[in-house]
Each structure stands twice: as C-alpha cells, then as structure tokens.
C-alpha cells in the first residue's frame, strides 16, 4: 500500500464492498483506514492480501473462524495474539468470502461485527470488513448493513446509520435503539426520547416470519441462541451448538415432532390452527378431543426438543414457532445464490457463475424436508408442502444443467458429464438435462453413451404414456448423429438403431 500521508482518525470499524478487477478503488478507500501503514489481512487467497497490500497474513482456521457455531472469544483472543506479534499493523483487513458457507452465512456477518466492535477499540488499529460485491445475494447484503459503524470508500469514511453497537443492540428497549438510530442520523436527536409512535410503528414487525428477511432494526431482543435450520434434505435444526437438536425425546413420537416443526415452519409468522395440525399428524383419527390431548403432548415435546416453552408460542387457537432473533434458513440463500448465478451466466460473468453454483450445490443436500414421512406431505384438504419441493428441486436441476453448460464450454468434460447427471438423477424427464448429458457424451467422443442416453430418456417418457421425445431434443439428436457420419460401420449401425 503506498504512502498517502493520509491521517487515519481512531476506531475506525467499516465495511468495504470492493470488486477485485478494481485495484485503485481498494487502494484509496484503504488509505483512509491505514495512513500507510501496514496492513493485516484474514484470508484463505494470496490474490485478495495482494490486492490489499497485506503485509501480514493469516487465514480463516489460524483465526479460529471455521468453527461453527462462531466462537467470538476465541477469535479474539487469536486476533489480539497476532497482533501483539506484529505491532506495526495500523489495520485488519477480513476477506469476508469466509462467510458464504452455509453454516455462517448471515450469522456469521453478525458475530463478526461483534468482533471488529472489539477488536478496534485497540489503540490504533482500524478494522475493515472487505466484501466483493459479486458474490453479495440480499441476506449477507443486509446483515452487512447492521455490522458495522461505518462505510470506507476512495471518498472517506461514512456514518453507518443502521449500526447498532454490542450494548445498544442487546440491553436496550426498542425506543432506545431507534433513538440512537436516530442520533447517528440527526445529530440534535440523540439521546432524544419520545419515540413512541415510531416505537409503535416498528414494533408491527416484531414477529418473524421465514419468509421475509429480517429487518434492519430487531424488533426484539433475546438471551436464546440463534438457530440455523437446514431444510433441503433430512430436516435439522441447530440451537446454538455445533449438534442438531435431538427429536428422540423420551415420551415423544419423534416423527411427529419433526412434522410439526417443518408445519410450523412452513407457516410463518401466521401460525398454523390447532385442528390444521390434528388433521395432518392424525389423519382419520376420532374423536377430536383425543387429537387436542395429543396435539399438546406434541407441542410439549417440541418445546423440550427446542430447549424452551417459548420456542412455541400459543394464540387462542393456534401455534407458531417462536424464532429467536438472528436465526437462518438454507432455502432463502439457496435460491438468493441460484437467482445470483444465473444473472451472472446471462451477463457472460461465467467464473463468478461457477462460484456461486458451487456454493448452491453444497446448499441443496436433497427434497426440501427430505425426512418427513410421506404420509404428512398432505392431507385431504391441504397439500402443504409438495410444490415447494417440487419448485426447489426444479431449481436444483436447473443449477446443474447450467453448471454443466459452463463447464463444458471451459472443456471441463468430465466435470461437466456430472452435473448434467445429477439433473438427469433429479427428474429423468427433464428435456433440457438430457439434452445436455447427450452433448457431453458427444463432445467426449463417447458415441454409444449419448445413444443410451436416449434411449433412457424415451423410456422415460412411454413410462408415463408419451410415445417419444419432443421435436426440439429429437432434432438436437439427430444433429449430433449427423455429425458423426465419419465413424465406422459399427458406430453408424448402433446410432441408426437409436434412430428408430
């Protein structure tokens, strides 16, 4: 980094969006932050410490940040060791690629922000969170928002105002946060009261509802633990240990209780009423009363599952699921991260699209709720879950197809031949993913593999009463037979057999 002669004011803890085909827009945001000094970067890429001309180095497991769940003490503690071995670094600077594993993801953006509050109170060292705005999709976006105290540009440091510091955010009331929002805001407002309106206003949000994101201000506070809920394959829910909780409970039905927190999951914010939820876990049965008595076993189990008679709440007639604040769900940044890859295939930004397909594929483990036994997947008046799952998977198959496509356009074939069987493993009768496992094979050169491709494909379709493929993948077929007339007599036969 060279010597600006900037002056660097104290406790600087900001964010940074930064794209890596950008040298001189890092160089002078960060010359704000170190005054030339050197710098320390937290980072798994030689390319990113040479683009913020790191001086020093470490990477994520030296800093304790692949542990889940995030351990901020311990990082810390690591943090502050290294730092003392070095004491000329004037900044740290966080490749927050460490972030988009699944298991952190948002959470972690949250801990994180924990720990640069902490870590810059050292005299001296400013902070920067350094995200590429790539690879940002909306939740790391907006939990990027609430970390930290400031944004870093080449223009200057600015006031972050959706920042909340540690002791604000979890010893005070509402009106108090929004004040101090407000402060940050309007200078003569700090410290001012009589919120009362806004207070009532926010306060409308203050239920979560997994299908909204969550908002910039929490509407509540909570001593429980996040959880991360893993919902594509079998379902698991993790409250606040590296362990999934455990649905065997003695006196419990475990397969119930895993239903029930999937229902009400799947339900949101409005809950789900109580002869709803009889008529799924005790389909048929008589008479009601007996289905309310063990629907409030149920419930009960579910709570001790969950670790707390909160965990559920109770209004009139109706459960819902009470989600501590902070907590995450793998299906929103599945589909965040696939809707992200696909725009970055449409604009030819095809590394960046590989990227995120990967880390799309390592999201989807298998149908949403994959565990669920299959008789409460529905019920006579309600199929709550089926096209969901359907709607994702399709999402899965689309994820592979186009990673194939990518792939097979870099002569990565092998590679390539794989996603394209996985979509054909997800839904056989996918035109497009067979389609694509045919043009592999071909572009292998492996003839009698793409005519069997085919062939299974066809039998496919008459399984299910279509009498052959539609004409769009028969004319590609054909257009990759006639493109083969150079072959032996053998080949020729075995590809005029596929014809027929």
Same mark, same amino acid.
């Given at each position: 980094?060279?010597?600006?002669?900037?002056?660097?004011?104290?406790?600087?803890?900001?964010?940074?969006?930064?794209?890596?085909?950008?040298?001189?827009?890092?160089?002078?945001?960060?010359?704000?932050?170190?005054?030339?000094?050197?710098?320390?970067?937290?980072?798994?890429?030689?390319?990113?410490?040479?683009?913020?001309?790191?001086?020093?180095?470490?990477?994520?497991?030296?800093?304790?940040?692949?542990?889940?769940?995030?351990?901020?003490?311990?990082?810390?503690?690591?943090?502050?060791?290294?730092?003392?071995?070095?004491?000329?670094?004037?900044?740290?600077?966080?490749?927050?690629?460490?972030?988009?594993?699944?298991?952190?993801?948002?959470?972690?953006?949250?801990?994180?922000?924990?720990?640069?509050?902490?870590?810059?109170?050292?005299?001296?060292?400013?902070?920067?969170?350094?995200?590429?705005?790539?690879?940002?999709?909306?939740?790391?976006?907006?939990?990027?928002?609430?970390?930290?105290?400031?944004?870093?540009?080449?223009?200057?440091?600015?006031?972050?105002?959706?920042?909340?510091?540690?002791?604000?955010?979890?010893?005070?009331?509402?009106?108090?946060?929004?004040?101090?929002?407000?402060?940050?805001?309007?200078?003569?407002?700090?410290?001012?009261?009589?919120?009362?309106?806004?207070?009532?206003?926010?306060?409308?949000?203050?239920?979560?509802?997994?299908?909204?994101?969550?908002?910039?201000?929490?509407?509540?506070?909570?001593?429980?633990?996040?959880?991360?809920?893993?919902?594509?394959?079998?379902?698991?829910?993790?409250?606040?240990?590296?362990?999934?909780?455990?649905?065997?409970?003695?006196?419990?039905?475990?397969?119930?209780?895993?239903?029930?927190?999937?229902?009400?999951?799947?339900?949101?914010?409005?809950?789900?009423?109580?002869?709803?939820?009889?008529?799924?876990?005790?389909?048929?049965?008589?008479?009601?009363?007996?289905?309310?008595?063990?629907?409030?076993?149920?419930?009960?189990?579910?709570?001790?599952?969950?670790?707390?008679?909160?965990?559920?709440?109770?209004?009139?007639?109706?459960?819902?699921?009470?989600?501590?604040?902070?907590?995450?769900?793998?299906?929103?940044?599945?589909?965040?991260?696939?809707?992200?890859?696909?725009?970055?295939?449409?604009?030819?930004?095809?590394?960046?699209?590989?990227?995120?397909?990967?880390?799309?594929?390592?999201?989807?483990?298998?149908?949403?709720?994959?565990?669920?036994?299959?008789?409460?997947?529905?019920?006579?008046?309600?199929?709550?879950?089926?096209? !969901?799952?359907?709607?994702?998977?399709?999402?899965?198959?689309?994820?592979?197809?186009?990673?194939?496509?990518?792939?097979?356009?870099?002569?990565?074939?092998?590679?390539?031949?794989?996603?394209?069987?996985?979509?054909?493993?997800?839904?056989?009768?996918?035109?497009?993913?067979?389609?694509?496992?045919?043009?592999?094979?071909?572009?292998?050169? !492996?003839?009698?593999?793409?005519?069997?491709?085919?062939?299974?494909?066809?039998?496919?379709?008459?399984?299910?009463?279509?009498?052959?493929?539609?004409?769009?993948?028969?004319?590609?077929?054909?257009?990759?037979?006639?493109?083969?007339?150079?072959?032996?007599?053998?080949?020729?036969?075995?590809?005029?057999?596929?014809?027929?």
């Amino acid at each position: 980094m060279p010597d600006t002669g900037a002056t660097v004011p104290n406790e600087i803890n900001a964010t940074l969006f930064f794209a890596a085909d950008e040298p001189e827009f890092v160089a002078g945001a960060m010359s704000h932050a170190t005054g030339g000094e050197p710098v320390l970067a937290i980072t798994g890429s030689d390319a990113f410490a040479r683009l913020f001309g790191a001086g020093h180095s470490m990477d994520f497991a030296e800093a304790q940040l692949d542990s889940v769940p995030l351990n901020i003490d311990d990082v810390l503690d690591r943090l502050r060791q290294r730092l003392a071995a070095v004491p000329d670094v004037a900044c740290v600077v966080i490749d927050m690629s460490w972030t988009h594993a699944p298991a952190t993801s948002v959470g972690g953006i949250e801990g994180w922000g924990d720990i640069a509050e902490r870590l810059c109170a050292r005299p001296g060292v400013a902070v920067v969170s350094a995200f590429d705005k790539e690879f940002l999709v909306e939740d790391q976006l907006q939990a990027a928002m609430r970390a930290t105290q400031q944004f870093i540009s080449p223009s200057g440091l600015r006031e972050n105002p959706h920042w909340l510091p540690n002791e604000i955010r979890l010893g005070s009331t509402l009106d108090e946060k929004l004040g101090f929002m407000l402060g940050r805001i309007v200078p003569e407002f700090a410290g001012s009261g009589g919120l009362r309106r806004i207070d009532q206003m926010a306060a409308r949000g203050g239920a979560p509802d997994w299908l909204d994101r969550a908002p910039l201000v929490p509407a509540e506070t909570s001593d429980r633990p996040p959880w991360y809920i893993r919902c594509l394959g079998p379902l698991e829910v993790f409250a606040g240990g590296p362990e999934p909780v455990d649905w065997r409970q003695p006196g419990s039905a475990p397969k119930k209780t895993r239903t029930l927190f999937a229902y009400l999951l799947n339900a949101g914010e409005k809950g789900a009423h109580a002869d709803q939820i009889c008529e799924l876990l005790w389909q048929g049965e008589e008479p009601n009363a007996k289905k309310r008595a063990r629907l409030h076993h149920t419930v009960a189990m579910l709570r001790r599952t969950l670790g707390g008679q909160d965990a559920v709440l109770r209004i009139d007639e109706s459960y819902r699921l009470n989600v501590p604040p902070g907590s995450r769900i793998d299906v929103d940044s599945f589909e965040q991260i696939c809707r992200r890859g696909l725009s970055f295939a449409r604009a030819g930004k095809n590394e960046a699209a590989l990227k995120l397909y990967l880390e799309g594929e390592r999201q989807y483990r298998g149908d949403l709720f994959e565990n669920l036994p299959h008789e409460y997947l529905s019920t006579e008046t309600e199929d709550w879950i089926i096209p !969901r799952r359907t709607w994702l998977r399709d999402m899965a198959v689309r994820l592979h197809y186009d990673m194939s496509k990518l792939l097979r356009r870099y002569s990565r074939l092998g590679e390539a031949l794989d996603h394209a069987l996985k979509a054909v493993a997800l839904d056989p009768l996918n035109e497009a993913a067979n389609t694509e496992a045919m043009r592999v094979f071909h572009a292998q050169g !492996r003839i009698e593999a793409m005519h069997r491709q085919f062939r299974q494909y066809s039998a496919a379709l008459n399984a299910i009463g279509v009498s052959a493929p539609g004409p769009e993948v028969t004319s590609v077929y054909g257009e990759m037979c006639r493109s083969l007339d150079h072959l032996s007599p053998t080949r020729r036969k075995m590809r005029d057999l596929s014809l027929r």
